[in-house]
């Protein structure tokens, strides 16, 4: 079981830049595709970001391409989220999970999630 904690969020003004670190525990880390969610008041939750196991390919939803960057480092169990040219739509609770390749599938539970607010 891989459990998961998120950190980096805060409340910056539109424009500007956060970076999202989710430490994972588990020895399948190094091998697990990796992805960030994100969850605004009354929405679902939706998919931001996938990273595959070795770094080498990564998926963006449209809303945040070009924008946001995901990046992993399976020396140290951390996924990465840098988010750059912040709008107020990002305002959301920001989720890491083990996913499914493609399908974008989530295993296991979710953390406790990191605020990002962003304000106009």
């Known amino acids: 079981q891989v459990r998961l904690v998120e950190s980096g969020g805060g409340l910056v003004q539109a424009g500007g830049s956060l970076r999202l670190s989710c430490a994972a525990s588990?020895?399948?880390?190094?091998?697990?595709?990796m992805g960030w969610f994100r969850q605004a008041p009354g929405k679902e939750r939706e998919f931001v970001a996938a990273i595959n196991w070795s770094g080498g390919s990564t998926y963006y939803a449209d809303s945040v391409k070009g924008r946001f960057t995901i990046s992993k480092d399976n020396a140290k169990n951390m996924v990465y989220l840098q988010m750059n040219s912040l709008k107020p739509g990002d305002t959301a609770v920001y989720y890491c999970?083990?996913?499914?390749?493609?399908?974008?599938?989530?295993?296991?539970?979710w953390g406790q999630g990191t605020q990002v607010t962003v304000s106009s």
């Open positions: 999970n083990k996913v499914d390749w493609g399908s974008w599938a989530v295993f296991g539970s």
């Open positions: 588990g020895r399948t880390f190094s091998m697990s595709a």
